[in-house]
C-alpha cells in the first residue's frame, strides 16, 4: 500500500514539472530576451533608443531609434483592425444568427483553413499579386507599402476575430433577444440595439487579439511593406513603404556579428514586441474569463 | 427608411462582407494552385535544386521539413499531454494553475520572431547547439506547445466525469484511471490537436531564420546536430532575395503550392477526424 501510494505521488510530481515547464519557458523568453537587450543600454542611452527617430544601425555613430520602427508596425496594425474588424464582425453576427446551419457547417472550417494558411504564403500572395495590383490602380511609385501589409494582415487576423466575436454573439442569452422580438422589434433591431450591445465587451476581446496577432506577424510584412525604416505620417503615410518591428528583427538578425550592439538592440526591439503582445494577451485573456470565451483560433 | 429598409440593407451588407472573405480565400487558393500545378511533378518534389537554384526542385527542403516537424511533435507532445493531464485531472484549481495557465495563454499569443530570438539565445548559444535542426526543432516545440495542451485539455474535459468515478470507485488507483480509462476516450481530441500544430511547424518561417535554416544546401542533414532546408524558408528566399527572382517564379510558385497542400491537407484532416468523433459522441 505504501509503495502505491508512493508511485501515485511520483507519477503526480511528473506530470506536475511538466506543467510547470510551460512557466519556465516563459520565464527563459523573458530573462534571454531582456538579458540581451539590456546590454545595448551599456553602450547607448535608454531614452534614446525609447525616443529615437533614427534607426540607422550601420551609419557611424550607429543609432538605434525605436520610433521609426513603433510608428511602422503601428500604422501597418491599424490599418489592418480597420479593415478587419468590421469584415469580422460582420461575418461573426452573419455566421450566427443569419446563416442556415448547412452554410455555417460550411463557413466554420473555411474560416479555420483561412487560420490555417501559413504567414510566408500570405506574404508571397501579397508579394505578386497585391503589390503590383496597389501600384497600378493608386499610380504609386512601389507597390510595397504599408496599406499592402494591412490588407494582409487584416485576412490574417480575420480568423481570431471572427471565431470570439461568434463566441461572443451566441452567449448572448435568448430570452433578451426573444424580448425585443416579441415587443415588435425587427431582427435587425434586435441584432443591433440588443444582441451586438450584450455581446460587445466579447467583441472587444476579439479586437484586441487581432490586433496582438497583426503586431507580431512577420513574414507577410517583411515581404510586402518595403521596409523603409522612417516614421510614416499618419494616416497618408499608409501609401508609403514602412518597416515594422518584426520585420526588422527578421531582415538584421541574419546579418549581425552575435554579441555586437546591433544584436543587443534587436534583442531590445524583440523586448519590446514581447512586453506589448504579452500586455495585450493579458487585457483579452481578463475579459475572456470574465465572459467564459473560448480560446479562439 | 422604414425598419424594414434598413434590415435589408443591413442584411445585405452583411452578406457582402462574408461573401469578400470568402473571395478573398478563394482567389488566393485558385492562383497559388494554378500558377504552381504547371511545375508540380514528381521529378520536382524528388530532385534537388540545380544551377544556383535556378532550375530543378525542391527535395531537401521537403525532407527538411518533414525532419522538423517529426522532432518538434516528438518534443511537444509528451510535454503537452503531460501538463493538460495535469491541468486537467490532478490539479486543484489555485494560484499555481492560474499561472499556468495564463503562461499558456501568453505563449500562444508571444509573435513568432519573438521566438525565433529566443531559439538564437538560448538553444543556438547557451547551450551552443548552434544554428542546427535541434535548435530549430527546439524553438518550433515551444511554439506549439500551448497549442498541443489546449487541444489535449479540451479533449480530456469532454470525456465524462462518471466513467472516473466509476473506475475510481472500484478501487482502481488515479494513475490507472487516467490511464486506462481517461486517455484511451480522448485520443481523438488530442490527435486533432496534434495533427493541426504539425500544419503549424510546417509553415512556420520566423522562428527558424536565425535556429537553423539554410539558404542553400546540396544535401540532407545527417544529424540533428546540422542545418536543414525548409520549404516555407526556400519560399521566402527564392521570392525576396537572389539575382534570379524572375526568372525562379515558377520554382516559387510550385513550393507556394506544395506548402499550401500540405498545411491544408493536415487542416482538412484535423477537421475530419474531429467531426467524426463529434458525431459519435452525439449518438
Redesign the interface.
Known sequence: MVHRRYKEKGIETVFFVTAAITVLALLFICLFLFRDGYLLFETSSFIDFITGDAWYPTSTPARFGLLPLLFGSLLVTAGAIFISVPLGVAAAIYISELSSPRVSDFLKPFIEILAGIPSVVYGFFGLVVLVPLIKELLGLPTGQTALAGSIMLSMMALPTIISISEDAISAVPLSLKEGSLALGGTQWQTIYKVVLPAALSGISAAVILGIGRAIGETMTVLMVTGNTAVIPGFPEGILDPVRTMTATIALEMGEVPQGSEHYHALFAVGSVLFITTFIINLIADKIKKKYKLKEGL | MD??T??KF??L???A??L???S??AI?LA??IIQGYEVLSIDFLTSMPKNRMTEGGIYPALMGTAYLVGLSIAIAV??GV??A???N???TPTKSTW??E?????????????????G???FV??FDFGPSLLAASLTLA?LI??VV??ASKEALITVPLEYREASLALGV???KTTRHIVLPAAVPGIVTGII?SI?RV?????PI??TGAAYFLPRLPDSVFSQFMAL??H??VM??SGTNIAQT?PI?YGT?LV??ML??A???LA?VIRKHYRNKLKR
Open positions: 425598419a424594414k434598413t434590415e443591413a442584411f451588407t452583411l452578406k462582407s462574408i469578400l472573405v470568402v478573398f480565400v488566393l492562383y497559388i509528451p510535454l503531460f501538463s493531464i495535469y491541468l485531472e490532478y490539479a499561472v499556468i495564463m503562461a499558456i495563454n501568453n505563449l500562444a499569443g508571444t509573435p513568432s520572431v519573438v521566438f525565433g530570438l529566443f538564437l539565445a538560448l548559444k547557451f515551444l506547445l500551448p495542451i489546449r488507483t488515479k494513475w493541426l500544419g510546417a509553415g512556420e518561417t520566423a531564420l536565425f516555407p524558408y519560399l521566402f521570392a525576396t517564379r516559387q507556394a506548402l499550401l498545411v491544408l493536415v487542416n482538412c477537421i
